[in-house]
Nanobody, 126 residues
Protein backbone atom coordinates (compact mmCIF):
# COMPACT_ATOMS: atom_id res chain seq x y z
CA UNK A 1 0.00 0.00 0.00
CA UNK A 2 1.44 3.31 -1.10
CA UNK A 3 1.44 6.00 1.57
CA UNK A 4 2.86 9.45 2.09
CA UNK A 5 3.21 10.79 5.62
CA UNK A 6 4.11 14.38 6.45
CA UNK A 7 5.64 15.61 9.69
CA UNK A 8 7.24 18.74 11.10
CA UNK A 9 4.45 21.28 11.07
CA UNK A 10 3.71 23.59 13.96
CA UNK A 11 3.44 27.16 15.19
CA UNK A 12 6.28 29.55 14.40
CA UNK A 13 6.77 33.29 14.67
CA UNK A 14 7.21 35.44 11.57
CA UNK A 15 10.79 35.27 10.38
CA UNK A 16 11.26 31.82 11.85
CA UNK A 17 11.99 28.47 10.21
CA UNK A 18 10.43 25.04 9.99
CA UNK A 19 11.43 21.85 8.24
CA UNK A 20 8.75 19.57 6.88
CA UNK A 21 9.42 15.97 6.03
CA UNK A 22 7.46 13.49 3.92
CA UNK A 23 8.13 9.78 4.17
CA UNK A 24 6.90 7.57 1.35
CA UNK A 25 6.24 3.88 1.73
CA UNK A 26 4.93 1.00 -0.34
CA UNK A 27 7.43 1.32 -3.19
CA UNK A 28 10.42 3.36 -4.28
CA UNK A 29 9.67 6.95 -5.23
CA UNK A 30 13.15 7.71 -6.56
CA UNK A 31 11.85 8.29 -10.08
CA UNK A 32 8.71 10.17 -9.11
CA UNK A 33 8.11 13.86 -9.18
CA UNK A 34 7.79 14.83 -5.52
CA UNK A 35 6.06 18.05 -4.57
CA UNK A 36 4.71 20.17 -1.77
CA UNK A 37 1.40 22.00 -1.95
CA UNK A 38 -0.40 24.07 0.65
CA UNK A 39 -3.95 25.12 1.34
CA UNK A 40 -5.06 28.07 3.42
CA UNK A 41 -8.60 28.26 4.84
CA UNK A 42 -11.08 29.20 2.13
CA UNK A 43 -8.49 28.96 -0.62
CA UNK A 44 -7.59 26.41 -3.24
CA UNK A 45 -4.63 24.11 -2.85
CA UNK A 46 -1.58 25.80 -4.37
CA UNK A 47 1.78 24.63 -5.64
CA UNK A 48 4.77 25.36 -3.40
CA UNK A 49 7.75 23.36 -4.66
CA UNK A 50 8.65 20.26 -6.63
CA UNK A 51 11.57 18.09 -7.56
CA UNK A 52 11.02 16.75 -11.06
CA UNK A 53 11.44 12.98 -11.40
CA UNK A 54 14.98 11.73 -10.86
CA UNK A 55 16.62 14.64 -12.66
CA UNK A 56 17.06 16.60 -9.47
CA UNK A 57 15.76 19.87 -10.88
CA UNK A 58 13.73 21.95 -8.46
CA UNK A 59 10.86 24.32 -9.06
CA UNK A 60 9.25 26.86 -6.74
CA UNK A 61 6.31 29.19 -6.67
CA UNK A 62 7.25 32.85 -6.86
CA UNK A 63 5.91 33.41 -3.35
CA UNK A 64 8.43 31.04 -1.73
CA UNK A 65 11.42 31.28 -4.09
CA UNK A 66 14.55 32.15 -2.17
CA UNK A 67 13.01 31.20 1.18
CA UNK A 68 12.05 27.52 0.78
CA UNK A 69 14.22 24.61 -0.33
CA UNK A 70 12.99 21.19 -1.41
CA UNK A 71 15.29 18.20 -1.13
CA UNK A 72 15.00 14.43 -1.30
CA UNK A 73 16.80 11.37 -0.01
CA UNK A 74 16.04 8.47 -2.32
CA UNK A 75 17.69 5.96 -0.02
CA UNK A 76 15.24 6.91 2.73
CA UNK A 77 12.30 7.57 0.40
CA UNK A 78 11.86 11.03 1.88
CA UNK A 79 11.36 14.56 0.61
CA UNK A 80 11.86 17.59 2.84
CA UNK A 81 10.85 21.22 2.67
CA UNK A 82 13.07 23.67 4.52
CA UNK A 83 11.13 26.87 5.13
CA UNK A 84 12.97 30.02 6.19
CA UNK A 85 11.90 33.62 6.72
CA UNK A 86 8.35 32.48 7.25
CA UNK A 87 5.50 34.94 6.82
CA UNK A 88 1.90 34.86 8.06
CA UNK A 89 0.82 34.26 4.43
CA UNK A 90 2.66 30.93 4.58
CA UNK A 91 0.06 29.63 7.03
CA UNK A 92 -1.87 26.60 5.85
CA UNK A 93 -1.99 22.85 5.63
CA UNK A 94 1.03 21.54 3.76
CA UNK A 95 0.66 18.41 1.66
CA UNK A 96 3.21 16.10 0.14
CA UNK A 97 2.39 14.71 -3.31
CA UNK A 98 3.96 12.25 -5.71
CA UNK A 99 3.46 11.03 -9.23
CA UNK A 100 5.55 8.91 -11.57
CA UNK A 101 4.18 10.02 -14.93
CA UNK A 102 4.13 13.80 -14.96
CA UNK A 103 5.61 15.89 -17.72
CA UNK A 104 7.31 19.08 -16.65
CA UNK A 105 4.44 21.39 -17.54
CA UNK A 106 2.09 19.39 -15.31
CA UNK A 107 3.98 19.58 -12.03
CA UNK A 108 2.19 22.74 -10.90
CA UNK A 109 -1.33 21.31 -10.92
CA UNK A 110 -2.59 19.52 -7.83
CA UNK A 111 -5.07 17.55 -9.92
CA UNK A 112 -2.19 15.82 -11.72
CA UNK A 113 -0.77 13.96 -8.72
CA UNK A 114 -1.83 10.43 -7.84
CA UNK A 115 -0.54 10.18 -4.28
CA UNK A 116 -1.09 12.53 -1.36
CA UNK A 117 -0.29 12.68 2.30
CA UNK A 118 -2.83 13.71 4.91
CA UNK A 119 -1.23 17.12 5.45
CA UNK A 120 0.50 18.93 8.29
CA UNK A 121 -0.53 22.31 9.72
CA UNK A 122 1.87 25.24 9.55
CA UNK A 123 0.87 28.39 11.41
CA UNK A 124 2.97 31.54 11.23
CA UNK A 125 1.86 34.00 13.86
CA UNK A 126 3.20 36.19 16.62
Amino acid sequence: QVQLQESGGGLVQPGGSLRLSCTASGRSFSRDTMAWFRQAPGKEREFVAAMFRSYGRTYYSDSVKGRFTISRDNAKNTVDLQMNSLKPDDTGVYYCAADSRLILSSIYGAQNYDYWGQGTQVTVSS
